[in-house]
């Protein structure tokens, strides 16, 4: 499942990211938070496939879907 997959409102683990990503980007990924074992809360979902609004601690982020689908998530326990 990746973060792409994830219902509005609904929280998930970061379980890792795809190591195809461009190294810049895996770099930006990683100092905004999104690295294995961090809780990350879906905000809002756009309609006709626009970013995903997705928290994660404090900060606030969008995410296009060729990025979020790099982010592989599991359910929270």
């Known amino acids: 499942m990746t973060l792409w997959d994830i219902p509005a409102k609904k929280s998930a683990l970061i379980s890792g990211l795809d190591n195809s990503l461009v190294p810049a980007v895996m770099n930006r990924l990683l100092e905004m938070g ?6 990350v809360r879906c905000l809002r ?5 626009g970013p995903l ?9 969008t995410l296009e879907q060729s990025i979020a689908d790099k982010v592989a998530i599991s359910d929270l326990s």
Not at 45 to 49: A, C
């Open 53 to 61: 609004v997705v928290q994660i601690g404090d900060c606030v982020y």
């Open 45 to 49: 979902r756009s309609p006709l496939r």
């Open 34 to 39: 999104l690295s294995d074992g961090q809780t």
